[in-house]
Antibody, heavy 117, light 106 residues
């Protein structure tokens, strides 16, 4: 069965970086993209960007351009999302999801990132 | 950027009743719209894609309709496990979500 297993919670200080991982199993990793979505406490869903696991092509939301890097490692079927220059309003649950024609059919359980001094 | 506006913000109904949730787009998205269900502490779950196609394993009581700018998610007879937050999503770049409709038990 398709599974996306994300890395554990993170606590970071403002200005630091965080790297969240998302290990896929149960399907051909290179055949789908991975999207990253975040959800601030009590808020809705925010699309951050997408990466093709086939060729590494990325597409980032303008809001995160210059601050986010998404990568994949096809040898371990793992996707990564690196967010830099963290601010308090980056505190959120970060989800990876399998991208099915720009719909998201399988999701990880989420990684809580807390940014606090 | 396409803005999706969901209504109502909160819907209070009883089990067995019919739920109708709305999503309006600021410009036409054709049929490129999805619906997700999210329960507290859980990731979203894809219910409907392409406005009206149920995702794998989604019960038949969930149905989607609409095209262009106006879309509806209907739950024909509410089960206790259906009380959750529902989001719509369009897939034109940049991808956007609606702000959500909370379906609560009356």
């Amino acid at each position: 069965q398709v599974q996306l297993v994300q890395s554990g919670p993170e606590v970071k200080k403002p200005g630091a970086s965080v790297k969240v991982s998302c290990k896929a199993s149960g399907y051909s990793f290179s055949s789908y993209g991975i999207t990253w979505v975040r959800q601030a406490p009590g808020q809705g869903l925010e699309w951050m960007g997408w990466i093709s696991a086939y060729n590494g092509k990325t597409d980032y939301a303008q809001k995160f351009q210059g601050r986010v890097t998404m990568t994949t490692d096809t040898t371990t079927s793992t996707a990564y999302m690196d967010l830099r220059s963290l601010r308090s309003d980056d505190t959120a649950v970060y989800y990876c999801a399998r991208d099915f024609r720009y719909y998201f059919d399988f999701w990880g359980r989420g990684t809580v990132v807390t940014v606090s001094s | 950027e396409i803005v999706l506006t969901q209504s109502p913000a909160t819907l209070s109904l009883s089990p067995g009743e019919r739920a109708t949730l709305s999503c309006r787009a600021s410009q036409s998205v054709g049929s490129s719209l999805a619906w997700y269900q999210q329960k507290p502490g859980q990731a979203p779950r894809l219910l409907i894609n392409d406005a009206s196609s149920r995702a794998t394993g989604i019960p038949a009581r969930f149905s989607g309709s609409g095209s262009g700018t106006d879309f509806t998610l209907t739950i024909s007879s509410l089960e206790p496990e259906d009380f959750a937050v529902y989001y719509c999503q369009q897939r034109s770049n940049p991808i956007t979500f609606g702000q959500g409709t909370r379906l609560e038990i009356k």
